[in-house]
């Protein structure tokens, strides 16, 4: 019986990848920069998930720093690409989910509100970029997630109505985007929840494991 979505679009960082520990280091290198205190990995991570100017922002309030994020960002930008593959990996089972559901001709696709230009270069360090037909970053579009212009964007690429793609996330960022779309969502349990409530979140599906993904009863 073939898979019951034909188009399935992963979120990147908390999903796929964890890169929590890369993501730390560029924000404090950034923060030694401007001589404010350092902050652990668990508080970073509760400011994960809405691009790369929101973590920054979100630091320098923390720190009540009074710098333009303007000028703070060209700084943790190549930061950012210096730190980006020193510790990525991807989640136990991710790999063996994108295998088993490119084998089965699903379309995979990346949508994440992570810079594009440092996507590719992730994704090829973690020799998983070959699955992918489409990706798409926080800037690839006028408009990024939690809106729903990049969902819709790819189904319009592959040719599927939003009901016959599944978006794969972990975040509010993620469930407010496939809401707005109307494309079904299964969530993981390990990433960036930030207080969500999976059950409350207009998930079909919540998972601790992207294999899950391959046993998704095919009555839709």
């Known amino acids: ?10 979120d ?22 401007l001589s404010l205190p350092q902050v652990d990995e668990a508080t970073v991570r509760g400011w994960i998930g809405e691009g790369v100017r929101s973590l920054v922002g979100s630091a320098l309030q923390a720190a009540q720093a009074k710098v333009p994020l303007d000028k703070v960002m060209p700084g943790f930008m190549r930061h950012y690409g210096e ?17 088993g559901l490119h ?16 996507v590719e270069p992730l994704l090829e360090h973690l020799g998983v970029a070959g699955y992918f037909a489409a990706v798409l970053g926080g800037d ?48 993981v349990r390990y990433g960036y929840l930030r207080g969500l409530d999976p ?3 207009g998930a079909r599906w919540v998972m601790d494991d992207l294999q899950e993904l391959l046993r998704l009863d095919t009555a839709r």
């Open 1 to 10: 019986m073939s898979y019951p979505f034909p188009l399935v679009i992963f």
């Open 12 to 33: 990147l960082d908390g999903t796929l990848v964890d890169s929590l520990s890369d993501i730390a280091e560029a924000l404090n290198l950034t923060l030694a920069d």
């Open 83 to 99: 730190c980006l593959l020193h510790h990525p990996r991807l989640y136990p089972g991710a790999a063996s989910a994108l295998e």
């Open 103 to 118: 084998a089965r001709g699903v379309t995979l696709a990346i949508c994440t509100n992570k810079p594009s230009r440092f």
């Open 140 to 187: 690839s579009l006028p408009e990024r997630k939690p809106a729903a212009a990049p969902l819709l964007h790819l189904c319009t690429q592959f040719g599927h109505a939003p009901t016959e793609a599944l978006m794969v996330g972990d975040s509010a960022v993620d469930a407010a985007a496939a809401n707005a779309a109307g494309v079904p969502l299964a969530l």
């Open 199 to 201: 059950a409350h979140s």
